[in-house]
């Protein structure tokens, strides 16, 4: 939501229910974290020390690749604790193209209001 949040994400897998059913359930990042940004590792500067995914990444975005660990875009939700911890400063964060960002709704009351119209309740009595 744009305004009347209340919490802050820490990007932790063991307690926050989002990002377990993205890693337990299989369910595309995409779909459900409405990020504006994604990782990108530098091929000339990542060491392949396994920093970023076996200790940071909390989806799995992060693979082996032929010479250095890649981000599987896709995977990414765009927190940035992979950029934090990279001992080669490897990696940065990328803002996505205008066409691949979702505006968030304005409050909770919208955010309730599109959840309904996507499972076909109608929501004009609660306005």
């Known amino acids: 939501m744009q305004n009347g949040l209340f919490f802050i994400c820490n990007c932790c897998s063991c307690c926050c229910g989002v990002l377990r059913s993205i890693n337990e359930l299989g369910i595309p990042a995409g779909d459900v ?3 504006y940004y994604y990782a990108v590792i530098d091929p000339e500067e990542c060491a392949s020390c396994g920093v970023c995914a076996e200790e940071r990444c ?7 690749g032929e010479d250095s660990n890649v981000v599987v875009a896709e995977k990414c939700i765009g927190c940035g604790l992979c950029v934090s911890t990279c001992p080669q400063d490897a990696i940065k964060l990328v803002r996505k193209e205008e066409k691949d960002i979702a505006t968030p709704p304005q409050d909770e009351a919208e955010w309730f209001e599109e959840r309904g119209i996507q499972r076909g309740v109608d929501f004009s009595k609660y306005k």
């Open 33 to 35: 974290v409405n990020s």
């Open 58 to 64: 909390q989806v799995g975005a992060i693979e082996e």
